[in-house]
T-cell receptor, first 117, second 110 residues
Framework: DTGVSQNPRHKITKRGQNVTFRCDPI?????LYWYRQTLGQGPEFLTY????????KSRLLSDRFSAERPKGSFSTLEIQRTEQGDSAMYLC???????????????FGDGTRLSIL | EDQVTQSPEALRLQEGESSSLNCSYT??????LFWYRQDPGKGPEFLFT???AGEEKEKERLKATLTKKESFLHITAPKPEDSATYLC???????????FGSGTRLLVRP
């Protein structure tokens, strides 16, 4: 399977703990996006990378959140000092960006469901 | 403010009963509109991209259309396996991040 892979699929942790999620994009995709989805809502943009550069962060991404994409391959999303409101599905998507007019649709992984006790 | 609104929130159909889902948007400079399907516990699965008013795309029982203000996803003679949440999204600016609607939950009864 050459789709977007996310691990773990589920994470249960206590409030105040740190968690880290991993996303492995489709191998030839140079753009990687993180979204958050709560029950009954569509995904909301968090941040995105082009290769290894983080180009934009949403205001939803507080200073407790950090994302990296070393060497432009896999990406990690870390949440420090988790809060109840962080409970959500965290989705990763990747796409090929080939300049204006050359962008391709984003393909999503199956997400990491985070539950804060 | 850029916004995507989907209706209805939920739709129940009998198998074979055709219908349409609506996605209206207020976005300055639309670069692309997408339809995704999402099953419970899964990530969104890409269905269609539409770029300009008048464009249409088809896949099996699904047909997506686009006007200057809205898009429709037409479902012809649906089957129970078409039951899912259908999400509409638009591309935003040079980041090409997606702005999603809240989705339409479709249930097709046998």
């Amino acid at each position: 399977d050459t789709g977007v892979s996310q691990n773990p699929r589920h994470k249960i942790t206590k409030r105040g703990q740190n968690v880290t999620f991993r996303c492995d994009p489709i191998s030839e995709h140079n753009r990687l996006y993180w979204y958050r989805q709560t029950l009954g809502q569509g995904p909301e943009f968090l941040t995105y990378f082009q290769n290894e550069a983080q180009l934009e962060k949403s205001r939803l991404l507080s200073d407790r959140f950090s994302a990296e994409r070393p060497k432009g391959s896999f990406s990690t999303l870390e949440i420090q000092r988790t809060e109840q409101g962080d409970s959500a599905m965290y989705l990763c998507a990747s796409s090929i960006w080939a300049g204006e007019g050359g962008n391709q649709p984003q393909h999503f992984g199956d997400g990491t469901r985070l539950s804060i006790l | 403010e850029d916004q995507v609104t989907q209706s209805p929130e939920a739709l129940r159909l009998q198998e074979g009963e055709s219908s349409s889902l609506n996605c209206s948007y207020t976005v300055s400079g639309l670069r692309g509109l997408f339809w995704y399907r999402q099953d419970p516990g899964k990530g969104p699965e890409f269905l269609f991209t539409l770029y300009s008013a008048g464009e249409e795309k088809e896949k099996e029982r699904l047909k997506a259309t686009l006007t200057k203000k809205e898009s429709f996803l037409h479902i012809t003679a649906p089957k129970p396996e078409d039951s899912a949440t259908y999400l509409c999204a638009v591309w935003m600016d040079s980041s090409y991040k997606l702005i999603f609607g809240s989705g339409t939950r479709l249930l097709v009864r046998p």
